[in-house]
Structure formats: structure tokens, C-alpha cells
């Protein structure tokens, strides 16, 4: 169970860490922020998010935080650089951070991908902190970490992972404006996902449920989708 509550709150905080720079990147863009307050914004953020003293702890045994939880910690992240949100602000940037990330953890086909997709988070760490030498390091230090942590993992244990996860985003169904003009979700805050497409390897087309005990026996059904 230890190791579960310590991966788990880990891979979250670290993928909503990822999405919020990502989101705050786009919009300091929009506001015609120079670039020299954009770095500094990101990688002030970046250098409290990746601290010893808070690393250390959230690797250690902990739970996953609550909504409520969440929502505090990377409030105080956001004000942790020069930039300042009201709270309206802050609550659409969670809300959307929250959507987001529910939204990748759906799209994985296979449990495994949910270390994957935490990847490109942590990527996105290293890529903005490449102007200060370094933070750069840690970040890839912490990267270097974070794989001695996940990547021995059996599919068993991706897969608590990822339904733990998706059971943390079930009751979120905030409607985002560019997931409702691109058609990803429906006027209920639901996500509209793909019936179609390429299975994961070593991964059978859907149509079959296999009954395993004695005595065996398979009942087949017709798929919606097109795979």
C-alpha cells in the first residue's frame, strides 16, 4: 500500500505541475509578457515546485491530496513567482488544469502510458528551465528520480494507478470552452472519446469475454467502435 499512496500522489502532482506551466506559458504569450518576464515567472515557479525540502516529502508515503488539497498547494505555487491571481482567476486555471489532465489519463490506452504521459510533463520542466543552467539540473535530476521510481512497475501496478486515477477525476465535469469548440466534451462536461483507431500492442480488438473458470467459455459481442 506504501508504495502505491507515494507513486500515486507523486504522478498527480507532478502532471497538474506540468499543465499548469503550460497553461500559464500560453496565456503570460497572449498578454504579450516580454520573455524575460515569462522565464522568470516559469522558472520561479518551477524552483518552489522542485525544492529538497518538498520533494523529499512528497516522495515519501503519502496519500494522493484532496481536490481542496490540490487546489492550495499549486495556489501557493502560482503566487510563488511575481505574477498575482485573483481568486476567480485561480479557480479557472485549476478548473482547467484538472480538465486537462483528466482528459490525457482518459486518452491512455494502456495503463503503462500513464508513465508516458507523466514524462512530457516532466519534460516540460527541464525545456523552460534550460536558460538557468542550474534549476535545469535539478529538473533533470528529478527526472532521473522520478524513473527510478515508476519505471520498474509491473502492468498490475499501472493499472491500480491508473484507475485510482481515473476514479479522482470521475466527478469532474467542468466545461472547458476549447474542449467544447473542438467537440472533446458534450454540454454535460463529459469527454467525448475516440471509438476508433489502432489498439495498444498486445492489446486484442474488442469483441470478446472470456470466462476463464471451469468450465471456460467466451461470449462475443459486437463492438461500437471501428479498431
Known amino acids: 500500500k506504501q508504495w502505491y499512496q507515494r ?3 507523486v504522478g498527480t502532482f507532478f502532471f497538474f505541475g506540468g499543465e499548469m506551466l503550460y497553461i500559464l506559458d500560453q496565456r503570460l504569450q497572449a498578454q504579450k509578457i516580454s520573455s524575460e ?3 522568470k515567472v ?8 522542485i525544492a529538497s525540502s518538498f520533494v523529499d516529502e512528497l516522495f515519501k508515503h503519502q496519500v494522493i491530496y484532496s481536490r481542496r488539497a490540490m487546489r492550495a498547494v499549486f495556489d501557493r505555487l ?23 489532465v ?17 514524462f512530457n510533463h516532466l519534460d516540460s520542466l527541464i525545456k523552460y528551465s534550460t ?24 502492468p ?3 493499472q491500480l494507478l491508473r484507475a485510482t486515477l481515473l476514479s479522482y477525476f470521475q466527478d469532474q ?14 454540454d454535460k462536461g463529459r469527454f467525448v472519446l475516440p471509438l476508433v483507431g489502432t489498439v495498444p500492442l498486445g492489446v486484442e480488438v474488442p469483441g470478446a469475454i472470456r470466462v476463464h473458470r471451469e468450465p471456460a467459455s467466451t461470449m462475443n459481442f459486437k463492438c461500437l467502435g471501428t479498431y
Open 7 to 9: 507513486r500515486v500522489a
Open 37 to 39: 518576464k515569462c522565464a
Open 42 to 49: 516559469i522558472n520561479d515557479i518551477i524552483r518552489t515546485m
Open 78 to 100: 502560482a503566487h510563488s513567482s511575481i505574477m498575482r491571481l485573483n481568486s476567480n482567476s485561480m479557480d479557472k486555471l485549476f478548473d482547467l488544469m484538472t480538465m486537462a
Open 102 to 118: 483528466k482528459y490525457q489519463v482518459s486518452l491512455c490506452q494502456r495503463p503503462q502510458e500513464i508513465l508516458f504521459a507523466t
Open 131 to 154: 536558460n538557468d543552467p542550474e534549476l535545469n539540473a535539478r529538473t533533470v535530476s528529478l527526472f532521473k528520480q522520478f524513473v527510478g521510481q515508476y519505471a520498474q512497475l509491473t
Open 156 to 158: 498490475g501496478q499501472f
Open 173 to 186: 465535469h467542468v466545461r472547458v470552452s476549447i474542449f467544447l469548440k473542438d467537440g472533446l466534451q458534450n
